[in-house]
């Protein structure tokens, strides 16, 4: 008998270049915003002659570094996880040099929401090009979940980290909490510190841990050419936190990034200020204590950052998660028991009345990390995004700030530059 080899259907080799294509653009992880994560795969005589990826913020785009690997692109087919860009941004458009590359047909995850870069693929099926769309377009929305964020809302895309023990404590009753989790969980966590572009914690984190938010993971596999700091953020509406701690005293590679409200003293702003470190006055939390969650995210969204990690303590994490403003939550649960009725939970502030308006967490991943479990999951909510933009910052009158604001104002407009 013989046997006759059939190709696997077209749908399936779509999915299985496309696979690669999102592979590819997840090298790009921490080195890409504010632009979104983007992977390119030419096929041709299903082979594939060419890859590529964003590598870096203002660099190549995917397509063009994947054209570049083909070599001789005429008549292949592109796979790219986001529709190719139709606009001059920080590079020419992407489309151009896919017609020019003699490419015949151009398969894409997710179509461009930024409407600026958008109508690619339209221009491209005008130039006789064949276009098809959708291929695992529901990994490639998960893996640009920050920038799809800041697209659709310009506020960061939030993950809440955690560390607790069994009995879902983060510290003892003394404040003591380093370490629960074991070195394998932490290292974990740096690598997270590595995806975002800032981490948020509370004053009284800052003062019991004076922490430096940095990305410090062990050589194995890392280049540390490509570490990248996320900006700290720090909350502390009535200017407690010392000047003399890691994140105020200018011993971080870091700009630190103090949100604050007008109950900080005047003369501590100006010290923080001439220190070189950004202060932002938003309004009062109305449900609790410090900064208002939304003023804080709305004022990031501002200055172009797309995701941020809040890394504690229980009140700010509580507060967050009170205001409906968590999308997703990494819990590292350690075997250990620590009791007492004051230690404190991850997530205190006001909390829920009832089971039924609990955080439930969907797409739940659970893993082993060394002998620590880590839950993580994204949160189920209604959309409480607001359609329009809600204006909460304050007017700062202080020169300096100003000028931050403005250099932010121009690094969001580069947001754009897809
Ligand atoms: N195991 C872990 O994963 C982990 C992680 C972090 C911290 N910790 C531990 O947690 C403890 C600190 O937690 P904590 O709950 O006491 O303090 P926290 O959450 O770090 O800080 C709370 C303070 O931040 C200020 N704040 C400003 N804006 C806020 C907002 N929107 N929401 C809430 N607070 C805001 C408030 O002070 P003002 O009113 O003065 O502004 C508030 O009292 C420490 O013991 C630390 O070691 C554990």
């Known amino acids: ?32 915003s504010p632009n ?4 390119c795969v030419v096929v041709r005589d299903n082979r594939i002659i060419g890859e590529g990826w964003h590598e870096i913020y203002g660099h190549n785009h995917a397509e063009i570094n994947a054209l570049e690997a083909a070599g001789d692109a005429r008549s292949a087919t592109l796979y790219v996880t986001l529709e190719p860009c139709h606009h001059h941004g920080l590079t020419p458009p992407c489309t151009q040099a896919i017609v020019k590359a003699g490419v015949s047909h151009v398969v894409y995850a997710l179509a461009d929401p930024n409407p600026r870069a958008a109508g690619g693929a339209q221009w491209l099926q005008t130039q006789g090009i064949q276009v098809s769309t959708g291929v695992l377009e529901a990994q490639a929305r998960f893996q640009n979940r920050f920038f799809l964020k800041h697209m659709a809302c310009q506020r960061p895309y939030v993950i809440a980290k955690s560390a607790t023990s069994l009995d879902g404590r983060i510290a003892t009753r003394t404040g003591h909490s380093q370490w629960i989790t074991g070195p394998e969980a932490r290292e974990r966590g740096h690598e997270l510190r590595q995806c975002v572009d800032a981490i948020i914690v509370g004053a009284d984190t ?98 172009g950052i797309h995701s ?33 009725e004051s230690a404190r939970s991850a997530y205190s502030a006001t909390g829920s009345d009832t089971l039924g308006d609990a955080t439930q967490l969907h797409d739940v991943h659970v893993e082993n990390v060394g002998r620590d479990v880590l839950i993580r999951g994204c949160v189920t909510r209604p959309d409480t995004a607001p359609s329009t933009k809600q204006t909460t910052e304050q007017t700062s009158t202080t020169p300096s700030t100003e000028g931050a604001t403005q250099a932010a104002s121009s690094d969001t407009t580069t947001t754009a530059s897809h």
Do not use: K
């Open 1 to 32: 008998m013989t046997s006759t080899f059939e190709a696997p259907p077209e749908s399936v080799q779509h999915e299985h270049y496309m696979q690669r294509a999102l592979e590819l653009a997840a090298l790009g992880t921490g080195c890409t």
């Open 206 to 303: 800052v003062i019991a841990d004076n922490p430096s938010l940095t990305v410090r993971l062990s050589a194995a596999g890392h280049n540390p050419d490509l570490i990248r700091h996320p900006r700290p953020v720090v909350l502390d509406s009535t200017g407690r936190v010392p000047l003399h701690s890691n994140l105020l005293n200018g011993s971080l590679p870091t700009r630190t990034l103090v949100m604050t409200t007008d109950a900080m003293p005047r003369e501590h702003r100006l010290t923080i200020e001439t220190r070189g470190f950004e202060v932002v006055s938003v309004l009062h939390n109305e449900h609790g204590p410090g900064t208002s969650p939304l003023a804080v995210l709305e004022a990031l969204g501002d200055r």
């Open 36 to 39: 979104p994560l983007v992977g």
């Open 308 to 340: 941020v990690l809040i890394e504690g303590g229980a009140t700010v994490s509580g507060s967050f998660r009170d205001a409906g403003l968590i999308d997703e939550m990494w819990t590292f649960i350690a075997p250990t028991v620590i009791g007492g």
